[in-house]
């Protein structure tokens, strides 16, 4: 295995968050599911906006969260993402490099206009989205840098990615590229319903070995197997994928391997103020001690001080440096 | 006099603010005045947001933050700024909208685009803005609605509108209007180094009778008057203008009249994070003390109870509803 370029890299769909508070009434009148990611199309876009109340803006996307993470623990990390030439796509562009992540996929220069997430944040610091995919949706295999990926140790993409009609090509190119390598290849589930849309393509990607590591939360992993069972879904992700990491809030996250079981406590918070880009920080902090000679149980709890540090802000991408955090833990 | 249809109508430059952390070096370093608005060009802008960390979005303007403040107080709030037909435009007239405010200025067809601050918090809690004033120039009198400044109790522009070039016939007529209609005229200074460029024409203002309640901050005040003593500038004022507000951060705010004086506290706050906003927040709960038949104790009061909010998140305009802020203190 030749030397790396980069610890991490993540691809995923490029989106600038809108994000305001709401009550439970509002979702409910608005049919927004709450704590999922909702599809939207351009007339609901408007029409949920316009029933938004005043908003803050900022970069978002799942794996762009992850790769902002991984690079604020002092990382090096790369993103593969899909904005269109417009005032949205350059706050993305600017915030992911000036985080320190390279990031040079080709702008959209035709419509749709950068995506947008917009995020309802609950009293209970839940977050509700409703993503429009604008210039995601143009994400291709031409866009995989292959130099990138095969200098990457680890690289990572979203299962949301299976929601536009081309990534999936591109996933599949960088997942041949990284293991002809001998890097590593890993996807989170992202959401309990597009594990519903796509259960058996992502199923296959585990057992067919494309995906050596996988991220999920515990309604995401139940979701896989379509059981009620936390400890069945479990030994079920033991059997399919090499290492499986998954999320469980407040309770923690529990570490698999075909023979390994870690349980890791969650780091204590003081306040809850926004779940936005838990999972995508637990993620990068997991990758981040993986790519760094972490053991397993280190990995976990790097994952869990990362996540506690973004549901503590408004916003999903840690205001703070991750490295220094590091530091002052002891991790 | 008739009966009002808006409580206070202020008038400002629409910006959308671009806020990202820094540290007192990184200022020095830009050659970025601390505490100060400066203004900036294109290229300026340019090389300033290739030099910052990441960043999240925000409506502000300072006039839009005391309209947005007002409203949120539960008053009745108007706003006249010009923005672009861009995506920043639309951030800005959603956000000013969805608080509840009037706002139907017509946004420019062509360059430049929306104005944009980049607002860099250094650790103290300080904000050093940074603002490329771009559609704000052309703002001007025809997109003063006659009508709205006729049924305001209140009526209340930034100092900084006599940076771009014709917002200032704007305001003199706005003042013409609100005068035939027996309504009361407002400024706040804005800023000490804005103070230094137009001295003479805000003083001329307030000793002209144009300006009846004048608001600023002990750096402004000072500056208006050329001296070092607070004492001796809240004299001139008193001679100057028939009420002023003048604000003292952590030392609470002083109001005056021609034989009146005020000193009120600042309301106690948990942690200073970002001081954005303070001073147009305290103009707010002012104005909708005054404009709700408070007394200038109370409109005091009010005022601090809004800035002490608003610099304790990140962002300028309080994501809180300040209406219910007042009535759990019993103000």
């Given amino acids: 295995m030749n030397d790396t370029r980069f610890d991490v890299l993540t691809i995923g769909n490029a989106i600038v968050d809108i ?31 316009d029933a938004m109340g005043p908003a803050m803006e900022a970069s978002g996307g799942s794996a762009g969260n992850t790769a902002a993470g991984v ?148 309604a995401e992993l139940k979701s896989l197997y379509q059981t009620a069972s936390f400890e069945a879904a479990l030994d079920a992700v033991r059997a399919d994928c090499a290492l499986a990491a998954v999320t469980r809030s407040e309770k923690g996250s529990v570490i698999v391997t075909r023979d390994e079981t870690h349980a890791i406590n969650a780091f204590p918070i003081e306040t809850l103020v926004d779940t936005t880009g838990a999972g995508d920080l637990y993620a990068a902090g997991f990758l981040f001690g993986l790519t760094n000679g972490r053991n397993l149980v280190e990995c976990g709890h790097i994952g869990s001080l990362a996540a506690a540090r973004v549901i503590q802000q408004f916003g999903p991408r840690p205001r703070e440096s991750l490295k220094a955090l590091l530091e002052q833990e002891g991790l």
């Fill in 71 to 218: 690079a604020s623990l002092g990382g090096r990390a790369a993103y593969f993402g899909k904005v269109a030439d417009d005032q949205l796509g350059e706050f993305f562009r600017h915030d992911i490099r000036a985080a320190g992540v390279h990031f040079e996929t080709r702008s959209l220069q035709t419509t749709p206009p950068t995506a947008r997430s917009m995020i309802f944040v609950t009293p209970d610091g839940e977050r509700s989205m409703n993503t429009y995919l604008g210039a995601c949706v143009e994400l291709g295999p031409e866009d995989i840098e292959k130099e990138v990926v095969a200098s990457a140790a680890v690289t990572y993409f979203e299962g949301y990615l299976w929601d536009p009609p081309l990534a999936k090509d591109a996933i599949r190119l960088a997942a041949d590229i990284a293991h002809a390598h001998d890097r590593r290849f890993s996807m989170t589930l992202s959401d309990p319903f597009c594990v519903d849309r796509y259960r058996s393509e992502f199923l296959e990607l585990m057992r067919s070995g494309t995906v050596d590591i996988v991220f999920a939360n515990e």
């Fill in 19 to 49: 994000i305001a508070n709401a009550d439970d009434d509002f979702l409910v009148g608005n049919e927004i599911v709450k704590g999922a990611m909702n599809l939207i199309d351009a007339d609901r876009a408007v029409m949920l906006y």
